[in-house]
């Protein structure tokens, strides 16, 4: 009988404790925002995520005006349920290669500030990580060009940036 009553409460308190609990939003002061890495040791930058294969590039053409591309944000802090805004701005840096040129803001992508793009850069609530696109477009203007796009987060008044490590991305991509 003492065998059969440990085993009922041992199966009661194992199932009390796989309650399945949801992770909430982010509030309160201590809310942090930054890139999640899939590569943290061998890319000294954020890669972009749900890629169709690995180092692919976007490329865009006559026939195809624009290519998106995704990059995931990991929300740290405090639950919460209300969404949050997160911002991006593109700064220059040194070109990876000599042949690459730097992105230009409504040219060669949408820009962060556009308002095509405040939907995209809103985390819903109750959510812990969110993937945010970048969208690259068509330039007629030019026959054809490789281009870098560096961009970083921005604290908001939601969010402020996590670890600065974490904090900055780069796209490349091409046209023909």
Not at 68 to 88: A, C, D, E, W
Not at 124 to 139: H, L, Q
């Amino acid at each position: 009988m003492k065998k059969f009553l440990i085993i009922v409460l041992c199966c009661t308190f194992w199932c009390i404790a796989c309650t399945e609990e949801r992770p909430g939003y982010y509030e309160g002061e201590n809310n942090w925002v930054q890139f999640y890495y899939l590569w943290p040791v061998q890319n000294p930058y954020i890669a972009p995520v749900h890629l169709p294969y690995e180092g692919y590039m976007p490329s865009l053409n006559s026939t195809k005006l624009q290519d998106t591309v995704y990059f995931r944000l990991h929300l740290i802090g405090r639950k919460s349920n209300q969404p949050r805004k997160v911002m991006f701005e593109s700064y220059e840096t040194e070109m990876e290669y000599s042949y690459y040129e730097p992105a230009v803001a409504n040219v060669n992508y949408i820009a962060f500030d556009d308002p095509l793009m405040k939907p995209y850069l809103t985390i819903p609530g109750d959510s812990a990580y969110v993937n945010i696109p970048v969208i690259v477009k068509y330039n007629p203007a030019i026959s054809s060009g490789y281009f870098q796009l560096d961009f970083k987060l921005i604290d908001t008044e939601d969010l402020v940036v996590g670890d600065t490590c974490l904090m900055k991305g780069r796209l490349k991509f091409s046209q023909w």
